[in-house]
Every structure is written in structure tokens, then in C-alpha cells.
């Protein structure tokens, strides 16, 4: 069965400082992945996403990921973060057949002046 | 830009209302999905439709919760009667088979 884990529930980082966050799924071929942002009582914002190509991909706002097929990963980075970055980030795996997705459980981003 | 809408924003109900939520996908999206968010958690998802058929519902608690996409647009979400542990954000979203497209959700409180 498909799963995704982000195994840090909770991130602290100073404004300014660099940010990566982990993702690691469980799936028999390539999924497409994504990055999700929720600010409070918001709706997800798709940051970015990976379907086939270029394992290293750009999204909005500056941030980054890389798919590591050997490690079954797709971490998200931002080299400088700013106080808006603060928000919820969701990584999910989407399989082709059926049309499904499955999210993590996400991790919480704090950012300090 | 085309967008997933949805409405209501906020709803506050007493246990043992009903309660609906609506739900209109961008244009053209065969698929649409509705998650329910508890508050710290991941979007946890209750019924995918694929046009007007449902393709997947296993999470649904059909004992209180019903769905329907009639014409295969837009969809209707129900709780009937809805129970304190309701309360959460519901997700409506859509996709064109490569990708979801998130509405802005409904925060539903019961008291």
C-alpha cells in the first residue's frame, strides 16, 4: 500500500536561516509527488511538483525539491526562509492509476525573528 | 486563473443538525475529492467521484455522511446528524488526472 511519512512534526527555524523538510514514501514505481503549504484555516497551495525528468525541481516562492528514487525521498528546501514561510507543509504521492492521492501528516513550521 | 470553489467558509452547528457543504470543481475535472482535516493532521480523504459515479468511499461514515455529484459537476457533502467530533476542515478537490486543485475548505465547528 502506498504511504507517506514526514517523519518531523515540527520545525523551528530562525528567519533567514536555511530549511529542509522530509518526505519519504512507499510505492512499487514512481510516483508523481508534491508539496503542499497550508496557512491557518486555509485551503492547500501546491508549492511544487515532480512527475518524470529533472529530479531536482523548482516550485514558488523559492523553495526546492529533490526526488532521491534510491532513498524514496522528496525533500523540500528553501536556502533562506522568511517569516511568511510559517505554515503547515504537506508532502503527497499521487498515483497515476485511479487517479489517488495520499498526504502525510505534515509538519509544522515555526519561524523566529 | 480557474479555481475550486467552495461554500460555506465557516458553519456552526449544534450536534444532531444537518449540515451541507457544496462544492464546484475548476471545469473539465472528471475527478473530484473530499477530505476531511483535523485540526494537526493531514487531509484524510472520505469520497473521490469520478464524474458522477463514486470511486472510492471506504473512509465515508455512511451512517451520517452522504455525497452526491448528480450531473457530475458540482457535489454536495451532508452530515446528518452531525456529532462534536465533526468538527474540521472539509476539502474539496479537483483534478485533471496529473494534479490536485484545492478549494479553500470549510471550517465547521459543532457545538
Known amino acids: 500500500a502506498q504511504s507517506v511519512t514526514q517523519p518531523d512534526i515540527h520545525i523551528t527555524v530562525s528567519e533567514g536561516a536555511s530549511l529542509e523538510l522530509r518526505c519519504n514514501y512507499s510505492y512499487g514505481a514512481t510516483p508523481y509527488l508534491f508539496w503542499y503549504v497550508q496557512s491557518p484555516g486555509q485551503g492547500l497551495q501546491l508549492l511544487l511538483k515532480y512527475f518524470s525528468g529533472d529530479t531536482l525541481v523548482q516550485g514558488i516562492k523559492g523553495f526546492e525539491a529533490e526526488f532521491k528514487r534510491s532513498q524514496s525521498s522528496f525533500n523540500l528546501r528553501k536556502p533562506s526562509v522568511h517569516w511568511s514561510d510559517a505554515a503547515e507543509y504537506f508532502c503527497a504521492v499521487g498515483v497515476y492509476t485511479g487517479n489517488q492521492f495520499y498526504f502525510g501528516t505534515g509538519t509544522s513550521l515555526t519561524v523566529i525573528p | 486563473e480557474a479555481e475550486v470553489a467552495q461554500s460555506p467558509r465557516y458553519k456552526i452547528t449544534e450536534k444532531s443538525q444537518a449540515v451541507a457543504f457544496w462544492c464546484d470543481p475548476i471545469s473539465g475535472h472528471a475527478t473530484l475529492y473530499w477530505y476531511r482535516q483535523i485540526l494537526g493532521q493531514g487531509p484524510e480523504l472520505l469520497v473521490q467521484f469520478q464524474d458522477e459515479s463514486v470511486v472510492d468511499d471506504s473512509q465515508l461514515p455512511k451512517d451520517r455522511f452522504s455525497a452526491e455529484r448528480l450531473k457530475g459537476v458540482d457535489s454536495t457533502l451532508k452530515i446528518q446528524p452531525a456529532e462534536l467530533g465533526d468538527s474540521a476542515m472539509y476539502l474539496c478537490?479537483?483534478?485533471?488526472?496529473?494534479?490536485?486543485?484545492f478549494g479553500p475548505g470549510t471550517r465547521l465547528t459543532v457545538t
Open positions: 478537490a479537483s483534478s485533471d488526472f496529473y494534479e490536485q486543485y
